[in-house]
């Protein structure tokens, strides 16, 4: 299926750099109509999809790991951790740091 095939191509490039152009490639789609495609089936861009997981997978990060938060912005695929700390804080209202704390006092109290 069609989605699946792309879902799949994404999610292997989603913490590396990535271009339209290479997953339309890759897939042998041209990069216009797989925006268009997307878009119209998820509801979202693959940016916007793209980014959406790079968070949710800096949110295990942070939660699972003492991981540096520089570390955990290169491994989610952000250029620079002020890049990543400026979208995660637009997307969250909090920064990672501020996540991170949260969290762990979170777990404090349900132990």
């Known amino acids: 299926m069609v989605h699946d095939k792309i879902i ?4 292997e490039v989603w913490n590396k750099g990535w271009s339209l152009e290479n997953i339309a490639k890759r897939l042998h789609m041209n990069k216009y109509y797989l925006s ?10 693959i940016q916007e999809y793209i980014l959406q997981r790079r968070l949710f997978e800096a949110n295990k990060l942070l939660s699972d790991t003492e991981m540096p938060i520089h570390q955990i912005a290169e491994y989610v695929g952000f250029m620079s951790a002020s890049s990543f700390n400026r979208r995660y804080k637009e997307r969250t209202g909090i920064t990672p740091n501020q996540y991170r704390k949260n969290n762990k006092e979170f777990r404090r109290i349900i132990q």
């Open 8 to 11: 799949k191509e994404i999610n």
């Open 36 to 45: 268009h495609f997307f878009k119209k089936e998820f509801g979202v861009t």
